[in-house]
């Protein structure tokens, strides 16, 4: 497994903007697709965003879609997670996880396709 350490959470009004960074301790993430999912208190895990290997395919959830954006420096073993227009639902610990090297699985929502995780960010929207 990869050690995965999120940073750049923190508390901002609605509208503002965070940038969250999760960095690796190995560089094989440069073969894995790297996925974000939140957490509010009393709900389940649900996805936010992934990016492929590669870099050359992003996937959003709905209801961040135009707001969030996913990049990745494979050379600094570093995912980031640029997050604008924030509102106050999208209060949640944020989690950077990281699926197997080189998996061809196609299904990049279930938290179950990631093996490694992040210790988790906290971001707080006030209103």
């Known amino acids: 497994q990869v050690q995965l350490v999120e940073s750049g959470g923190g508390l901002v009004q609605a509208g503002g903007s965070l940038r969250l960074s999760c960095a690796a301790s190995?560089?094989?993430?440069?073969?894995?697709?790297m996925g974000w999912f939140r957490q509010a208190p009393g709900k389940e895990r649900e996805f936010v965003t992934a990016?492929?290997?590669?870099?050359?395919?992003?996937y959003y959830a709905d209801s961040v879609k135009g707001r969030f954006t996913i990049s990745r420096d494979n050379a600094k073993s570093t995912v980031y997670l640029q997050m604008n227009s924030l509102k106050p639902e999208d209060t949640a610990v944020y989690y950077c996880?990281?699926?197997?090297?080189?998996?061809?699985?196609?299904?990049?929502?279930?938290?179950?396709?990631?093996?490694?995780w992040g210790q988790g960010t906290q971001v707080t929207v006030s209103s």
């Open positions: 990016i492929t290997w590669s870099g050359d395919m992003t």
């Open positions: 996880a990281a699926r197997p090297p080189n998996s061809d699985s196609r299904n990049y929502v279930s938290p179950n396709e990631y093996t490694s």
């Open positions: 190995r560089r094989t993430i440069s073969r894995s697709m």
